[in-house]
């Protein structure tokens, strides 16, 4: 049976921009009622204007997610405009730019604390306002780097490994019960997240610009294909999703080449080289 999303209240984190900003969109057009968290509270307005004109109704929430205390606040802060939840979606993350030797442990634990222990807080927050429900769903977004880890990116392969691991391990505690899970590993996604990724003082910040500008041709999937996919997720309850050719890709040779699989799937590679062709 198919997840009810058209009355559901959905709480989206991040939903100012990019994914969470396209998935309030597509889920407001199948009937569903959000509450958008950002910390970006003019993105936020601009997201529930255009979702408000679909009927449903929108609350923004503006949030640091370095922030424990309004973490745990959210719940009530919802409950205050809409009956209950039905479904979390823990999608906000950041990038952090550098090597791991270039990176001071509080830029790693600045990112660690948005990207892996934000959705566990909010996870617990709204945990019993879930169960409550006959149906209730959990998205957590990991990355494709929640699969396979490629230099330069210690901390944030890190902390989406760490989300993986919380969520499969969450998901199996849940079986038998209303609230299902899915986390979801999107490869290039055309969001900004790699333009306003932190850059570590100690770098220099011209070869990071380039850096990013690189990274930037390899994020080709639209926002809103990412989207549907998540909401069929949701609908279909799927245990996991990969979003993009590149995903699945790296996925498969993960599987099958689990200590060598960087050899085949690099960029520099002739499988990486040809992919990039086949993309144009």
């Known amino acids: 049976m198919l997840f009810p999303l058209r009355g559901a209240i959905v709480v989206i984190t991040g939903a100012a921009s990019g994914i969470g900003a396209a998935l309030a969109v597509c889920l407001a057009g199948r009937g569903a009622h959000l509450a958008l968290a950002d910390r970006n509270a003019a993105g936020l307005e601009a997201v529930a204007r255009q979702v408000a004109v679909s009927g449903v109704r929108v609350s923004t929430h503006v ?27 823990n999608n906000a993350g950041v990038a952090l730019a550098g090597n791991f030797a ?17 959705p566990v807080r909010l996870t617990r927050a709204f945990m019993d306002m879930l169960g409550r429900e006959k149906a209730a769903h959990i998205v957590n977004v990991s990355s494709l780097f929640g699969l396979v880890a490629p230099p330069g990116q210690a901390a944030y392969c ?13 998901r199996h505690e849940l079986a038998g019960g ?28 011209a070869m990071a610009r380039s850096q990013i500008k690189a990274f930037n041709t390899f994020l080709r999937t639209p926002p809103e294909i990412a989207a549907e996919l998540i909401a069929r997720a949701i609908e279909r309850r799927s ?3 990969l979003i993009g050719q590149d995903a699945t890709v790296a996925a498969f040779f993960q599987r099958l080449f689990p200590a060598r699989y960087w050899h085949f799937i690099k960029p520099d590679s002739g499988l990486g080289k040809k992919a990039e062709a086949a993309r144009g």
């Open 178 to 205: 209303p609230i299902s899970l899915t986390v979801v590993h999107p490869g290039g996604v055309r969001t900004d997240i790699a333009n306003s990724a932190r850059i570590p003082a100690g770098i220099d910040p």
């Open 63 to 89: 949030l640091d997610l370095t922030d424990w205390a309004a973490l745990e606040a959210l719940p009530e802060a919802v409950l205050a405009i809409h009956p209950r939840v039905n479904v979390l979606v």
């Open 158 to 170: 890190a902390a989406k490994f760490a989300l993986r691991g919380f969520s499969e391990a969450l």
């Open 239 to 241: 245990a996991r999703l």
């Open 102 to 118: 270039d990176v001071t442990i509080e830029d790693a634990e600045w990112l660690f604390a948005i990207n892996f222990w934000a």
